[in-house]
């Protein structure tokens, strides 16, 4: 997904390695809307006492809502270029990396049982994955 804006590429996302499969990853969009996604963000706090849908951190020094609930599998070959800062890839902040990581494998566990909390047919993708992957093999 690539939308020029100002010069620089819109949207970010957050690459996860896969555990089940090293050559595919979860994208993670990152928005900068913090507002809108703060209040969807309290309101399952308030619910639920959590919310694994989105993770609240920050992204190249900005405030920044990450979306685990729109995370989606690609393959390395549809990754554009690395988002990067003076010449140098954007580093998550360890903790926040990890607080991710452990959201979309909860949301993935909570899927596999029936409950889905993403957006994205992600079985339909992570199929077409995988058989771009085997197309790649051939």
């Known amino acids: 997904m690539t939308n020029r804006e100002g010069g620089g590429y819109r949207?970010?996302?957050?690459?996860i390695r896969d555990s089940d499969n090293i050559d595919l990853y979860w994208m993670i969009?990152?928005?900068?809307?913090i507002e809108k996604y703060e209040k969807i963000y309290n309101?399952?706090?308030?619910?639920?006492?959590?919310c694994t849908k989105i993770v609240l951190g920050k992204c190249g020094g900005n405030d920044a809502a990450f979306l685990v609930?729109?995370?989606f599998p690609i393959t390395v070959d549809f990754i554009d270029h690395i988002h990067t800062i003076s010449n140098?890839?954007?580093?998550?902040?360890?903790?926040?990396?990890?607080?991710i990581a452990q959201n979309l494998k909860e949301n993935l566990a909570l899927y596999s049982?029936?409950?889905?909390v993403f957006f994205t047919d992600i079985n339909k993708v992570?199929?077409?994955m995988e058989s771009h992957l085997q197309n790649q093999h051939r």
């Open 29 to 33: 969009p990152v928005s900068s809307r």
């Open 88 to 99: 140098h890839p954007l580093r998550m902040h360890e903790s926040t990396a990890k607080i």
């Open 113 to 116: 049982r029936g409950v889905n």
């Open 126 to 128: 992570y199929g077409l």
């Open 11 to 15: 949207p970010h996302f957050l690459a």
């Open 69 to 71: 609930q729109n995370a």
């Open 43 to 50: 309101a399952q706090i308030r619910k639920y006492h959590k």
